[in-house]
């Protein structure tokens, strides 16, 4: 039953699989997936094992976890979550942290049909949108999928003499309601949860600093088959996401075959969410240099032509500048590069022009289809 729930909450807000947060609290069960900013990679259906980059990634422990949604879902401390529960009613208290349930028809928000999202009553992370709401009948509030699939997590429960899959907030494991697998389409689930787990912020209105997502940046490589690229750096911690596209060139909206066939100018390339707290510009281009090899002239390995060549856009002056900076560097003082020229453009933030994500299907391509492309692994 538990494999088959699972592969339904792959089928989320994002797209993605049944994340890190739900391992975390299924004690039972052993992860497959333990990398916490970017669940998604490893648990789609037919992925492989682990590699040892993703089980260097989990190891860093002290990251904070950000979700796709770009929001700090590290877990809270107990000393937090304890602070944070002052602030509660004695009836909310007895459905969050005492795992009680409101009685059918008798919470504020079942019959609730306005447009906004609903956060966590104790810890205010997004946890629903109204988008996702439907009428189940049963007097709950229920929704088909979460606002991210990382913000929930779950748990095992058999209390009361019945198998049920309890939801709990994944930042501060607040208790919402359980998730049942009669739900409508298109994950076939059904989240129902208790009113007062939740809050209601309406479409428009001004969102608490509890219920913002963090300050991201960006940043585009172009390093050959982006297939790799999106695939390496998406596990890096502090990534946020990784998204397969072109850039560069000089035609608007190209396709893969435009641009594999035609003389477009694009060349294939990762853009990067990335949370400057955890990982700095400077370390994900030295990761970028690990990942490929910056002395070959438009190609890599055995794929050639223009649209594979080594180059960095530049999001800001900033990064253009430490770009420059970086690649001097590397070619002064890296015994790798001594007898080889580095020829890694550096476009400038004015002239790189803007990125067009790729068809879907190459998007998380590896993740999706298995095998890695050959690179280096992290030192
Ligand atoms: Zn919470």
Redesign the pocket.
Known sequence: MKTVLLVLLMVGVFGAAAGAAVWTLRASEPPTDERGASPSKASAPGSVAPTKDESMSSAKAGARKISRAAYDVTP?SKSRVDELAKKLKPEEAAVILAKGTERAFCGNLVDNKKDGTYV??????P?FASDAKFDSGTGWPSFFQPFDKDHVAYEHDNTLGMERTEIL??????HLGHVFEDGPRPTGLRFCLNSVSLEFIDKGAPWPEASRPIETQVAYFAGGCFWGVEDRLQQTPGVVEAVSGYMGGRTENPTYKEVCYENTGHAETVMITFDPKTIAYKELLAKFFRYHDPTQLNRQGPDHGEQYRSAIFAATPEQEDQAKKFIEEQQASNPKFKARKIVTQVVGAQRAGKFYPAEDYHQDYHAKHGGHCAMPEDE
């Open positions: 809270l966590c009553r104790l810890c205010g992370l946890l907030c994944a930042r501060c494991e607040a």
